[in-house]
């Protein structure tokens, strides 16, 4: 129901004693309700980068900044660890569209293995592009 309230004065117990945690035939349904699953309504997907091997800090921001003039109003939500050369500790960053902040985190430990992971959720996100201007970031062997 629907109460008009002028100035926050109204009977309480029309508020709190709707007795909504008493199973009884008036709360509970007596048969089971099926609803109808809408079809999908956009093209929400999410990568997953993985690099093996240490980016530079300068290098990172630039492609991230490539990704977010390009593709900024796709870009729903992204964040990661990064594995940034000559630098002992993991950086954690997160944004979303183009808001987003980086901060160091705990030195890497003896037992783990280095590396970066990125995760982007977004709209028709393109894919290739995204993987090809991380792979760019590979160091010349």
């Known amino acids: 129901p629907v109460y008009p309230i002028l100035h926050g004065n109204i009977d309480l ?13 008036n709360v509970v349904a007596t048969k089971p309700r099926f609803h109808r699953i809408a079809p999908q309504q956009n093209e ?6 993985t690099l093996d091997y240490p980016v530079a ?9 490539n990704l977010l003039s390009g593709f900024d109003n796709n870009l729903l939500r992204y964040k990661g660890m990064l594995w940034i050369e000559d630098q ?20 890497w430990q ?5 590396e970066s992971t990125l995760v982007f959720i977004g709209v028709s996100l393109p894919e290739a592009e995204i993987r090809d201007a991380f792979a760019g970031l590979k160091p010349a062997a």
């Open 44 to 49: 929400v997907s999410s990568i997953v980068v």
């Open 110 to 114: 003896p037992d783990e293995t280095p």
């Open 57 to 65: 800090l300068s290098a990172v921001s630039s492609v991230m900044e």
């Open 13 to 25: 117990p029309l508020l709190f004693n709707t007795r909504g945690f008493m199973l009884e035939e």
């Open 88 to 107: 002992p500790c993991r950086l954690l960053f997160q944004g979303v569209q183009r808001l987003y902040s980086a901060d160091w985190d705990r030195e």
